[in-house]
Antibody, heavy 119, light 106 residues
Framework: EVQLQESGPGLVKPSQSLSLTCSVT????????WGWIRKFPGNKMEWMGY???????SYNPSLKSRISITRDTSKNQFFLQLNSVTTEDTATYYC?????????????WGQGASVTVSS | DTVLTQSPALAVSPGERVSISCRAS??????MHWFQQKPGQQPKLLIY???NLASGVPARFSGSGSGTDFTLTIDPVEADDTATFFC?????????FGGGTKLELK
């Protein structure tokens, strides 16, 4: 059974970078797509981007200048970096497997990492 | 971006049937998925590609629709179904989510 777990700082200062790790067990990240999604206070959810089985990436245009998703296949982990954060980046961040290709379905999710941006 | 519109909240009694709607601002073929999220938990996939029941999900849940109008039906509703239900499309880029429908039990 695939399991995902997010980890990283829960508090980030404005203008700094947010960095999160998603550790995957039970399934290789060299198959399918792997993404980051965030949920803002008030319930709005936003897809942030994917990294594919081959290492190619796709990002939400709203974040394109600030986001980077990378991976370490030896550790079966993938990573999110979001630069120049503001208080509007305060959210719960989820990693998920996107099964069935780019237009597939997010069928497995991590428990989420709450991140607050505040000085 | 494709905007997905859901009713904010519904209240039903246990044992009743409830339909939760999701309307897309443009066609998404059948690439609409439904999730259930309870407080403090991650989203759980219920229905994928409009009408396919995800593994382990009770048959009380069903999905229908294509194009721009989709429905998640729960029949019968149980007390444990109290949650927020989200639709999400993966046909148009970028993938987008509905605002969620909070289901409350009377």
């Amino acid at each position: 059974e695939v399991q995902l777990q997010e980890s990283g700082p829960g508090l980030v200062k404005p203008s700094q970078s947010l960095s999160l790790t998603c550790s995957v067990t039970g399934y290789s990240i060299t198959s399918n797509y792997w993404g980051w999604i965030r949920k803002f206070p008030g319930n709005k959810m936003e897809w942030m981007g994917y990294i594919s089985y081959s290492g190619s990436t796709s990002y939400n245009p709203s974040l394109k200048s600030r986001i980077s998703i990378t991976r370490d296949t030896s550790k079966n982990q993938f990573f999110l970096q979001l630069n120049s954060v503001t208080t509007e980046d305060t959210a719960t961040y989820y990693c998920a497997r996107n099964y069935g290709g780019y237009s597939g379905v997010m069928d497995a999710w991590g428990q989420g990492a709450s991140v607050t941006v505040s000085s | 971006d494709t905007v997905l519109t859901q009713s904010p909240a519904l209240a039903v009694s246990p044992g009743e049937r409830v339909s939760i709607s999701c309307r897309a601002s443009e066609g998404v073929n059948s690439y609409m998925h439904w999730f259930q999220q309870k407080p403090g938990q991650q989203p759980k996939l219920l229905i994928y590609k409009a009408s396919n029941l995800a593994s382990g999900v009770p048959a009380r849940f069903s999905g229908s629709g294509s194009g721009t109008d989709f429905t998640l039906t729960i029949d019968p509703v149980e007390a444990d179904d109290t949650a927020t239900f989200f639709c999400q499309q993966s046909w148009n880029d970028p993938p987008t989510f509905g605002g969620g429908t909070k289901l409350e039990l009377k």
